[in-house]
């Protein structure tokens, strides 16, 4: 079942211009924007907004990319293999490298949803998350 689950949100955040998809996990993942970046052939600038509903999460992944997150509500856990646990805090920011697994992605309340943009410095075509077993 897991494994349907981050093929269904892989598949939404591929896809460019789909509607917004909730996860079982309480992950919606929404595209804003994709731009090609002429000035570095072969690579894609991926603007997403993800929202945590109370308790929710991503599963095990990692982004062959660069992730610059920025939290706009609530407050969000995050951790890369080899680092430590942090929570992010509206007006806070992240960063995942191209090489991170990213262990843990959640939200760090049960009762309140929480909100952040994930800009990803990619190559094109690339997916934009690659499950992690």
Do not use: C, W
């Amino acid at each position: 079942m897991k494994s349907i689950l981050r093929t269904m949100l892989v598949s939404a955040i591929i896809g460019f211009g789909i509607l917004p998809v909730a996860a079982e996990d309480g992950a919606k993942v929404t595209p804003l924007m994709s731009k090609d970046l002429q000035d570095y052939p072969g690579k894609e600038g991926l603007m997403l907004s993800v929202e945590y509903q109370p308790g929710g999460s991503s599963p095990v992944h990692r982004h062959e990319a660069h992730a610059f997150v920025y939290v706009l509500e609530g407050s969000i856990v995050m951790q890369v293999k080899g680092g430590e646990e942090v929570t992010v805090a509206p007006g806070e920011t992240y960063y995942e490298g191209p090489s991170d697994i990213h262990l843990v992605s959640r939200n760090a309340s049960k009762t309140s949803p929480a909100k952040f943009i994930v800009v990803l410095l990619k190559k094109k075509d690339t997916p934009a998350v690659i499950p992690v077993e």
